[in-house]
């Protein structure tokens, strides 16, 4: 990856940022970047799709196919990494 | 896997329809979803989606599935082209009544006529079918493609053959009936609605706020996902609908929708499906 591709794609820790206020502001707690959001005492299953919708819409990008299984959006890394590798593949440093 | 040669007509695009439809594609079937309001179509499309997105993410569709298509129209005739029918309009008896009796005239004999109603009796809407024996009623929870188990209503008239064929059809769909006898509110509306009702009067007599409810009904007693954000899932005027049915039917005080509940459906804050209800689901950005 070279340094335009740096600054045109969002690096990490914005994407994390992002998605742990997004998350903090609809559960109104907060969660640490590793931690299952849809273990025994967190959020039901159905807010999963609140988070694809969201991250579809603050990211530009689309998360269809393989992509859409819940290990995906289980953590908050997990997520980042996500929209990290659909970013990088939109903007073509992926290789496609 | 082999469908058999199931072709569905769902009449009704609001969200139980929609949640039935997408759970059919999901299992190969082919769908015809019918409603009266083209725009509420096209909404539905959308909805349709999006519920098969969430079916994906939820790790209900296999990868190798072959969605079934669906098609829309804003008139029932197509409905004689199918091999059962699913009515899920709104809960009102006079509206299903109406639809139940044109679709009755309008399909092969044989046909299954499945009304996916919340709490209206069967044996009511079989007084205006041709076939009282085709008449069957389903209860299926929302979203229908994440919850397995299904209440199945049979009225005094409902034949072994319309059992037959709809426990076939629920096999396709993967669900797993649970057959009741029919009464207001069968057993899931009787029980769940009421419990409802009193969780909202909770909240409008002041003794708790909305979270404290749902957390407490959660983690101390074990429910899924809370009563409140059940009714935002239900849609609080088909709860409020569904209330009045089985108060004016068993007479239970309990039953009579509470005032808070009647209040969120004047201001049109119904649940998940228009953004607002006990929660709220809107993009706060």
Redesign the interface.
């Known amino acids: 990856m070279d340094a335009t591709h740096r600054t045109a794609a969002p690096d990490a820790d914005a994407v994390a940022k992002e998605v742990l206020r997004f998350l903090e502001?609809?559960t109104?707690r907060s969660w640490e970047p590793e931690q299952d959001l849809f273990a025994s005492g967190g959020l039901?299953?159905?807010f999963?799709?609140?988070l694809?919708?969201?991250l579809e819409?603050s990211f530009g990008v689309a998360i269809?196919g393989?992509d859409?299984?819940?290990d995906n959006?289980r953590t908050v890394q997990a997520m980042t990494a996500l929209v990290l590798r659909l970013t990088d593949a939109a903007t073509g440093s992926g290789g496609e | 896997m082999t469908t058999g040669a199931h072709r569905l007509a769902v009449l009704g695009a609001g969200v139980m329809g929609v949640g039935i439809t997408a759970l059919a594609l999901a299992q190969g079937l082919p769908v015809l979803l019918i409603d009266i309001d083209g725009a509420q179509l096209d909404r539905a499309r959308r909805r349709i989606d999006?519920e098969l997105?969430?079916a994906?993410?939820?790790?209900r569709i296999p990868?190798e599935r072959i969605l079934g298509e669906l098609a829309t129209a804003t008139s029932p005739e197509g409905v004689a082209e199918a091999t059962a029918v699913i009515e899920a309009i709104t809960e009102n008896t006079e509206l299903k009544a109406k639809a139940l009796a044109d679709v009755s005239a309008r399909v092969a004999p044989g046909t299954p006529l499945i009304t996916n109603t919340s709490s209206i009796p069967v044996d009511e809407l079989a007084e205006f079918v041709d076939r009282p024996a085709e008449l069957v009623g389903t209860h299926f929870m929302n979203?229908p493609y994440l919850i397995r188990t299904v209440e199945v209503i049979r009225g005094t008239g409902t034949g072994e053959e319309t059992m037959t064929r709809i426990g076939s059809l629920l096999t396709v769909l993967d669900r797993q009936p649970v057959v009741v006898r029919d009464a207001p509110g069968f057993v899931t509306s009787r029980v769940l609605h009421p419990m409802i009702n009193d969780a909202v009067r909770v909240v409008q007599e002041g003794t708790a706020g909305v979270?404290a409810v749902d957390a407490l009904m959660e983690g101390c007693l074990g429910h899924?996902?809370g009563p409140l954000?059940t009714a935002d899932?239900i849609g609080i005027d088909n709860l409020a609908d569904s209330l009045q049915v089985l108060y004016e039917r068993t007479g239970d005080e309990g039953c009579r929708p509470c005032e808070l509940l009647l209040e969120k459906v004047r201001r049109g804050e119904l649940g998940r499906k228009t953004g607002r209800g006990f929660y709220d689901?809107q993009?706060?950005n």
Do not use: C, I, N, W
């Open positions: 502001t609809k109104k039901s299953s159905l999963a799709m609140e694809v919708v969201h819409k269809r393989a859409l299984r819940l959006f | 999006d997105r969430m994906q993410l939820m790790g990868a979203p979270e899924p996902t954000r899932l689901y993009e706060e």
